[in-house]
């Protein structure tokens, strides 16, 4: 759970060649209906590690969910936001 803000940390790892280099990234977060509430990321990133602030105040408690999608790699987690 958090209140209002959370950090929303991901890597980006080398090419499958094992060169560094740059990978597409998106990042979204969605609410219990599956509609969009924001994008936080949605650009070509370098290899690394990453920390992007989600500040939830202007939205009504309950629970979201952020999808992020690095190239071929989809991920789907779980937020509660109490106020």
Avoid: C, H
């Avoid at 094992?18 to 219990?32: I, N, P, S």
């Avoid at 992007?52 to 309950?62: D, K």
Wanted: aromatic share 14%.
């Amino acid at each position: 759970p958090f209140n209002p803000s959370t950090s929303i940390q991901y890597a980006i790892g080398s090419l499958p060649t094992g060169q560094a280099g740059r990978q597409f990234v998106q990042l979204k977060v969605y609410d219990v209906l599956g509609n969009e509430v924001v994008t936080l990321v949605n650009e070509e990133k370098p290899s690394g590690n990453y920390e992007i602030s989600f500040n939830a105040s202007s939205l009504t408690s309950g629970v979201y969910f952020y999808k992020i999608q690095i190239e071929n790699f989809i991920d789907t987690k779980k937020m509660i936001y109490l106020k």
